[in-house]
């Protein structure tokens, strides 16, 4: 088994891609990747670092897996685990509402005391308002990814965030920092 287990939901995919490419730059050995309507409860209790990818939908919406799982989250005791997250938004599009769904699931499991890390600075980033941001208005509560507007800076803000979070793991691991694209 892995040292981290990555949850994520996706309906069109990109989430589900951003997972993948998480787990290549962390080494398949150290990172078992699962989509959320596949699992329950009892799956991250193999696990004391664990990653939440999430999209946020449309005016601040969660996406639909998530949505589903919603009850089940609330009810996970992440007390003494590591966790980070990440989120895919449309800064643009939705700027009112940019990665949202991230700021919510941050704040169900933020009620058990995980330790989070990954967090992740707003520079380059240009939106109206979010939930995902820490009180200091200058870190996201994890990586910000926009495939819809950004889908070029993806690559490099994945190498960076992942050799950060290994860090903050406390795992000696080598990243793999690719160049996708």
């Excluded at 939901?9 to 398949?28: C, F, H, I, P, W």
């Excluded at 799982?69 to 990440?86: H, P, S, V």
């Excluded at 950004?150 to 490099?156: K, L, N, R, V």
């Amino acid at each position: 088994m892995a040292e981290i287990g990555l949850f994520f939901g996706s309906d069109e995919g990109n989430t589900e891609s951003v997972a993948y490419r998480v787990q290549k730059r962390l080494g398949l050995e150290h990172c078992d990747v699962h989509d959320i309507s596949d699992v329950t409860q009892v799956d991250f209790d193999d696990y004391q670092r664990i990653i939440l990818g999430v999209p946020t939908w449309d005016f601040g919406q969660m996406q639909s897996d998530w949505e589903e799982f919603w009850l089940d989250l609330e009810a996970l005791d992440f007390k003494g685990k590591q966790l980070a997250l990440y989120g895919l938004g449309d800064q643009f599009g939705y700027g009112d509402f940019f990665l949202d769904a991230m700021g919510m699931i941050y704040e169900v499991v933020l009620a058990s005391e995980p330790e989070v890390v990954g967090h992740w600075s707003v520079d380059g980033y240009e939106f109206d308002a979010s939930k995902a941001l820490l009180p200091d208005q200058k870190h996201f509560v994890g990586l910000a990814i926009d495939e819809d507007q950004q889908a070029e800076q993806t690559s490099s803000r994945l190498n960076q965030w992942c050799v950060q979070i290994a860090k903050e793991f406390g795992l000696d691991i080598v990243v793999t920092e690719l160049d996708e694209g």
